[in-house]
Structures are given as C-alpha cells and as structure tokens.
C-alpha cells in the first residue's frame, strides 16, 4: 500500500532562510509524486511534481524537490523564504497511470518569522 | 479557463441529515476526485469518478456515494450525518491521462451539529 511520511509538523524559520520539508515515501513501483500548498481556508495548489525523468524538480514561486530513489524521498526546498511562504504543506504519491488517487502526508506547517 | 468549482462553500448540518456537494471541473476535466479532510485524520481520498463511471473508492462507509454527470459535474452525497462527518470536503479535477496533475477547488466546509 501507498504511504507518505511527513516527518514535521511544524516548522519556524526566518525570512530569508533556507527551507527544506521532507516527504518519504512507500510505494511498490515507481512514483508520481506531488508537493501541494494550503493557506488557511483554502483549496490545495500545486507546487509541483515528479513522474519521470530528471530528479530535480523546479516549481512555481522559487520552490523545487528532488526525487531520490534510494532514500525513498522526496523533499521539498527554497532557498530564501517570503512571508508570504506561510501555509501548510503537503506531500502525495500517486499511481496516476491507473487512478487519480492521490495519498497525502499529514502535512507540514510552516511558519515564518519577520 | 476557470478554475474547479465547489458549492457550497459553507454548510451547517444537524445529526442524522443528509446533503449533498457539487463540484463543476475545469472544462475539459473527465476525472474528479473527493477528498475529505480533517484535523485529525488529514487528507483522504473519497472516491473518483470518470466518465459517470466511479473509477476508485477509499475506505469510507457507504454512507458517503457519489456521481458525476455527463457534463462531468459531480456530486457527493452523505446520508444520515455524524459529528464526524465535520469536515472540509475537496473536489480535484484532472484530464485523467497518464502524468495528469489533479486541480482542487477551494473546497466545502461542513459542519455537523
């Protein structure tokens, strides 16, 4: 069965900071993987994701992840964070090939300080 | 092109009712997804639905069901409300292919009292 670990629940940084959450990951074949961010009240947008190819993935608003097959992982970074990066974050897996079932990771949040 | 769409956005509900969620996809989408997600248990997948056919359950009681239209609109509906059903429940849209992205609307809160 699929499973997605999000190790932090939360986590404090400063504005400016380097951000890195991490995501690991169960699954029995190769992953489709997926970063999606929350601010309060709000619906789930996508940062990015992973289905094949180069393992450095760039997304939108500076974020990027690498996807490491030997580590089970998928974790998410930014090299300087904006007040405006405050949000929860998720991570998820999908066998999108077959369903569009997506299993999520109970979420980071983050939070920052000015 | 417009965004998913979910109405209502807020619900109130007693125990024992029941209701119904609309979600309209981003035009083009044949797949929907619902989700439900709770302080508690997080994010978990309901059900999919493409082309009117339910492609996908998770482990929720049949209580919760749900459809989807040939326009592919769907609905979900939950029978005979429990204080645990208190959740915001999120729709996603996707083209379904392979490497699909799902899009997710801003979601309906429901309250069960």
């Known amino acids: 069965a699929q499973s997605v670990t999000q190790p932090d629940i939360h986590i404090t940084v400063s504005e400016g900071a380097s951000l890195e959450l991490r995501c690991n990951y169960s699954?029995?074949?190769?992953?489709?993987l997926f970063w999606y961010v929350q601010s309060p009240g709000q619906g789930l947008q996508l940062l990015l994701k992973?289905?094949?190819?180069?393992?450095l993935v760039q997304g939108i608003k500076g974020f990027e992840a690498e996807f490491k097959r030997s580590q089970s992982s998928f974790n998410l970074r930014k090299p300087s964070v904006h007040w405006s990066d405050a949000a929860e974050y998720f991570c998820?897996?999908?066998?999108?090939?077959?369903?569009?079932?997506?299993?999520f990771g109970q979420g980071t949040r983050l939070t920052i300080n000015p | 092109k417009a965004g998913v769409t979910q109405t209502p956005r807020y619900l109130i509900k007693t125990r024992g009712q029941q209701v119904t969620l609309s979600c309209s996809p981003i035009?083009?989408?044949?797949?929907v997804s619902w989700y439900q997600q709770t302080p508690g248990q997080g994010l978990q997948f309901l059900f999919e639905?493409?082309?009117?056919?339910?492609?996908n359950k998770g482990n929720f009681p049949g209580r919760f069901s749900g459809r989807q239209f040939s326009n592919s609109r769907s609905e979900m509906n939950v029978s005979t409300l429990e204080l645990g059903d208190s959740a915001l429940y999120l729709c996603?849209?996707?083209?379904?292919?392979?490497?699909?992205?799902?899009?997710f609307g801003p979601g309906t809160r429901l309250l069960v009292l």
């Open positions: 996603a849209s996707s083209l379904a292919g392979q490497g699909s992205t799902q899009y």
């Open positions: 699954y029995g074949a190769t992953p489709y």
């Open positions: 992973y289905f094949s190819g180069d393992t």
């Open positions: 998820a897996v999908g066998a999108v090939a077959v369903t569009q079932k997506l299993v």
């Open positions: 035009s083009g989408h044949r797949s």
């Open positions: 639905y493409f082309s009117e056919t339910q492609r």
